[in-house]
């Protein structure tokens, strides 16, 4: 059998591709459908990415809703005289809420497969509304802490993979 690229004489018949020029020498219709299949497992990647990145937008705005949320209701509770104290709530809550406005429009583009540069900023912004959250309630020193970090680590793990699966599948955006 010679080589269909340089015509070079190939002994084992049971080669796949061609020991002087490296082309493969499997049938094209097997080569396409190799492609096809690897095409078709790579939209799946954003597609993962896009939806970690929208969950996680969900849960850093609903927690950016019950800061602002219990900041008036300890503002109404307490008057106004305490407002420096409760101050913390509704810095955590607006950050939160901007950066779930960013994550979905990041997720949206990765839908999409348009804009990487703006996916990767709402991805980003979730990480930011999460440390930006955890020194406010450090600072501050609320007392319910534990509940709302857990929340948070549920969104940091969700922004953290939805950044890697994102970098992975970048080849995949215009």
């Given at each position: 059998?010679?080589?269909?690229?340089?015509?070079?004489?190939?002994?084992?018949?049971?080669?796949?591709?061609?020991?002087?020029?490296?082309?493969?020498?499997?049938?094209?219709?097997?080569?396409?459908?190799?492609?096809?299949?690897?095409?078709?497992?790579?939209?799946?990647?954003?597609?993962?990415?896009?939806?970690?990145?929208?969950?996680?937008?969900?849960?850093?705005?609903?927690?950016?809703?019950?800061?602002?949320?219990?900041?008036?209701?300890?503002?109404?509770?307490?008057?106004?005289?305490?407002?420096?104290?409760?101050?913390?709530?509704?810095?955590?809550?607006?950050?939160?809420?901007?950066?779930?406005?960013?994550?979905?429009?990041?997720?949206?583009?990765?839908?999409?497969?348009?804009?990487?540069?703006?996916?990767?900023?709402?991805?980003v912004s979730l990480l930011v509304s999460v440390f930006?959250?955890?020194?406010?309630?450090?600072?501050?020193?609320?007392?319910?802490?534990?509940?709302?970090?857990?929340?948070?680590?549920?969104?940091?793990?969700?922004?953290?993979?939805?950044?890697?699966?994102?970098?992975?599948?970048?080849?995949?955006?215009?």
């Open positions: 059998m010679n080589c269909p690229y340089c015509d070079n004489e190939i002994v084992s018949e049971d080669a796949t591709f061609c020991p002087k020029c490296g082309k493969s020498l499997a049938p094209e219709e097997e080569m396409q459908q190799e492609s096809i299949e690897v095409q078709q497992k790579q939209p799946e990647l954003v597609l993962v990415a896009a939806m970690l990145t929208i969950i996680a937008a969900v849960f850093i705005a609903s927690i950016g809703y019950i800061g602002v949320y219990q900041y008036q209701v300890l503002l109404d509770a307490w008057g106004s005289s305490l407002a420096s104290e409760f101050l913390g709530f509704l810095i955590f809550g607006f950050v939160d809420i901007i950066g779930a406005a960013f994550a979905l429009v990041g997720g949206m583009f990765m839908l999409k497969r348009k804009r990487l540069k703006i996916s990767f900023l709402g991805v930006v959250t955890y020194i406010t309630i450090i600072q501050y020193q609320y007392g319910f802490t534990d509940i709302l970090l857990f929340s948070e680590v549920s969104v940091f793990i969700f922004s953290i993979l939805s950044g890697i699966v994102l970098f992975t599948s970048k080849t995949e955006f215009t």
